[in-house]
Antibody, heavy 118, light 109 residues
């Protein structure tokens, strides 16, 4: 069965950096687009970024230039490098499998909490 | 940017009743690119409906989606206790490629 497990969240000071990871299993990882979505405490869902199977990328304006999405198909892993973090980046970050042809996010991980605070 | 507006913000119903949730887009959305998700407290969202009306794997048939253009609807025919949650619509477009509605909270009356 498809499984996505995020890790790497934690407490970081404003201006700091953090790298999130997402370990995928149960499907041929290299065949699929993958995406990061976040949810601030008590708020709705916000798309952050996606990466294609051929590593083309796209970012929300709110994170462009600060966040970098990448993948390692040999390790079945997705990453999100987050730099210049701000208080407004505080959220649970979910990785999800992204079916580009239909725009749907069909499997989600359980999320990892990132808190940006001094 | 396509903005999705969900209504109502909160819906209070009893088990066994029918729930109708609305998602209105600021511009026309291709029906193939409209999805619905369910999120329970402390859990990740779960895909319910994609392509406006296709049920995702394992989703009970009491969940159905409909609509086209700018108006879409998620209907739950007979509410079960486990259906009380927050529901989000989502569309795929050009820039940004993925946007979500603000959510409808379905609570027990």
């Amino acid at each position: 069965q498809v499984q996505l497990v995020e890790s790497g969240g934690g407490l970081v000071k404003p201006g700091g950096s953090l790298r999130l990871s997402c370990a995928a299993s149960g499907f041929t990882f290299s065949d699929y687009y993958m995406s990061w979505i976040r949810q601030a405490p008590g708020k709705g869902l916000e798309w952050v970024s996606y990466i294609s199977s051929s590593t083309s990328t796209n970012y929300a304006d709110s994170v462009k230039g600060r966040f970098t999405i990448s993948r390692d198909n040999a390790k079945n892993s997705l990453y999100l490098q987050m730099n210049s973090l701000r208080a407004e980046d505080t959220a649970v970050y979910y990785c999800a499998r992204y079916r580009y042809s239909s725009g749907r996010l069909d499997y989600w991980g359980q999320g990892t909490l990132v808190t940006v605070s001094s | 940017e396509i903005v999705l507006t969900q209504s109502p913000g909160t819906l209070s119903l009893s088990p066994g009743e029918r729930a109708t949730l609305s998602c209105r887009a600021s511009q026309s959305v291709s029906s193939g690119y409209l999805a619905w998700y369910q999120q329970k407290p402390g859990q990740a969202p779960r895909l319910l409906i994609y392509g406006a009306s296709s049920r995702a794997t394992g989703i009970p048939d009491r969940f159905s989606g409909s609509g086209s253009g700018t108006d879409f609807t998620l209907t739950i025919s007979r509410l079960e206790p486990e259906d009380f949650a927050v529901y989000y619509c989502q569309q795929y477009g050009s820039s940004p490629p993925i946007t979500f509605g603000q959510g409808t909270r379905l609570e027990i009356k």
